[in-house]
């Protein structure tokens, strides 16, 4: 029954807490949570569940809720549950036949046929119990959210991760198709405008230098061998550089002078006018990048920046910047390696076409 659920909705009054409110001599409001519902909670997102808080209720205290139950979306003062849901399902990119929806009153009813599973605690109206696909054993408040928790997992609980496992890679997976698709409608020009800054410089005789900082560096490394190896077809190798292999360097310069001066250091001392100097940085804030790339602007290089969405400094220090179409580091990564890739296989086209033409005299 549960393999198939990706989100979990959950009224607030009487699912999540027992529907009762204490009002303070100061006038604030509080509501008492189960620790046990809130652990259960823990093992649902663990499990690769996606949460979220459906409530008619709204202000400061939904929101100290949703935070307490680790919620990834939040509808408040949803009375009208059936679109409160279908918005749900379009945010979350969920069909409304993955989701399991626990609620207990009779406008929560209303929504109980239109999700994959409904459930309802033991206190429920009438009309939400005799319309729940299952009615629960506990009260809200007291365990109902465990008991719902259980029922989904039932299949982890008994030692089978894959469900969970399926749900969480499905959604990486979805974020990064989109992340894609983002790139597609709005990268293509950046993207084509590196590939002929570098074409430029290739036809030129100068040389492509990279530099990054872990993940960043191995893709540094990565498109400086595609450069010097091959791509897809048989050439000559292209002149270039990744900054980030030679230990001795970089432990000689980020000991006797700064961390930060570890590639800056080497582009002062290689980099002349006319090259390509290419700082990789997903969050661009990499301050050996902005570094490296100011110091090859004063040493007449031509700056790129590879980047994430919110990448502003590296970008502040590049001539031109290629921002990927998001924030998430893992969809950063997985852009810039499709940008590099594309990249390298028109650059090398171009260029062995040119290198044909020049042989045969046309």
């Not at 993955?98 to 009779?106: E, K, L, P, Y």
């Not at 872990?214 to 077809?233: I, K, P, T």
């Not at 990499?286 to 570094?291: L, Q």
């Amino acid at each position: 029954m549960s393999s198939d659920i990706l989100l979990l909705a959950l009224d607030v009054d009487g699912v999540l807490t027992d529907g009762s409110v204490t009002i303070t001599p100061s006038g604030e409001e509080s509501k008492g949570i189960a620790f046990r519902d809130l652990d259960a909670l823990s093992r649902a997102r663990r499990a690769g569940l996606r949460i979220a808080l459906v409530t008619g209720e709204e202000g400061p205290l939904v929101m100290a809720i949703a935070a307490k139950a680790g919620a990834e979306f939040v509808l408040p003062a949803a009375k009208d549950k059936v679109t409160a849901l279908e918005a749900l399902s379009a945010n979350a990119a969920v069909p409304l036949s993955r989701v399991c929806f626990v609620g207990d009153a009779d406008r929560d009813a209303l929504a109980f046929p239109m999700v994959g599973i409904s459930l309802c605690p033991a206190d429920g109206s009438r009309a939400a119990r005799r319309t729940a696909t299952r009615v629960l054993s506990a009260k809200g408040g007291a365990g109902a959210v465990e008991e719902a928790v259980e029922l989904l997992l039932a299949d982890s609980e008994e030692g089978d991760l894959r469900p969970g496992f399926e749900n969480t890679l499905r959604r990486i997976a979805e974020d990064s198709v989109r992340a894609h698709e983002k790139l597609l409608v709005e990268s293509m020009p950046t993207l084509a405008e590196v590939a002929s800054v570098i074409m430029r410089a290739l036809k030129a005789g100068r040389r492509i230098y990279f530099c990054g900082n872990g993940g960043s560096a191995a893709d540094a490394q990565h498109v400086a061998a595609e450069l010097v190896g091959r791509f897809a077809l048989e050439r000559e190798p292209f002149p270039a550089l990744a900054l980030t292999t030679d230990t001795s360097i970089l432990t000689a310069v980020g000991n006797d002078w700064d961390f930060k001066e570890i590639f800056s250091r080497q582009v002062r001392a290689h980099a002349r006018p006319g090259d390509v100097v290419v700082g990789i940085s997903t969050s661009g804030k990499s301050a050996n990048v902005v570094r490296a790339l100011e110091v090859a602007r004063e040493c007449g290089a031509f700056t790129i920046g590879f980047t994430g969405r919110n990448g502003n400094a590296v970008a502040k220090a590049a001539d031109l910047t290629f921002k990927a179409p998001d924030a998430a580091t893992p969809r950063v990564q997985e852009l810039h390696l499709l940008a590099w890739h594309g990249i390298c296989e028109v650059v090398e086209a171009a260029m062995v076409s040119r290198s044909e033409l020049e042989k045969t005299g046309t």
